[in-house]
């Protein structure tokens, strides 16, 4: 059971998306969630993160001030707002569970990879 990222697509410069992760009883994590991006021929990298306890969020400097992660409890998802989408943030987003109760950067820290999301920013 995976994790499912959706809402990408074809955007020109200065347009927004948001993303959505829905996950199930067996792939909610009761400390948190990420967003990962990997651009072709590249390592995947590290988005934004966020915890439940204390709603705290942390972001790579690329995207801070212009992405949001943000979660409803009601419907167990996770969102990636993102705006003003630059050609540099093409790439395929992925969103996953942490494995502990802090936010973490790197790729060890998370689970329940699944099927990733394709953002394509071009005019």
């Known amino acids: 059971v995976q994790l499912q990222a959706c809402g990408g697509g074809l955007v020109q410069p200065g347009g927004s998306l948001r993303l959505s992760c829905a996950a199930s009883?067996?792939?909610?994590?009761?400390?948190?969630a990420g967003w990962f991006r990997q651009a072709s021929g590249k390592g995947r990298e590290f988005v934004a993160g966020?915890?439940?306890?204390?709603?705290?969020?942390r972001y790579v400097d690329s995207v801070e001030g212009r992405f949001t992660i943000s979660r409803d409890n009601d419907k167990n998802t996770v969102y990636l707002q993102m705006n003003d989408l630059k050609p540099e943030d093409t790439a395929v987003y992925y969103c996953?569970?942490?494995?502990?109760?802090?936010?973490?950067?790197?790729?060890?820290?998370?689970?329940?990879w699944g099927r990733g999301t394709l953002v394509t920013v071009s005019s």
């Open positions: 996953a569970t942490l494995k502990v109760p802090a936010i973490r950067t790197g790729i060890q820290w998370y689970g329940n």
């Open positions: 966020m915890t439940w306890s204390d709603g705290g969020t």
């Open positions: 009883g067996r792939t909610s994590s009761r400390y948190g």
